[in-house]
């Protein structure tokens, strides 16, 4: 259950910190396509439940 609570916390760190790096890009974009938006939307939703996930293991583990 730690190893998969530890793993559960990264992946959601380091796609939160992705999708941040990647949406400050985009904001400085002239053009910008659709379906690079869509990508990011999606990218940006599944950080989001990857951090509530490492946070209810995290809180059920203590």
Do not use: D, P, Y
Not at 7 to 22: K, N, P, R
Not at 27 to 49: A, D, L, P, Y
Request: charged share 10%; glycine share 4%; proline share 0%.
């Amino acid at each position: 259950m730690r190893l998969l609570t530890n793993i559960i916390s990264v992946l959601a760190i380091i796609s939160l910190l992705s999708t941040l790096i990647c949406g400050l890009w985009i904001k400085q974009q002239i053009n910008i396509e659709t379906s690079s938006i869509e990508f990011h939307k999606w990218i940006g939703i599944i950080s989001v439940i990857l951090a509530v996930l490492a946070l209810i293991l995290n809180m059920i583990k203590k």
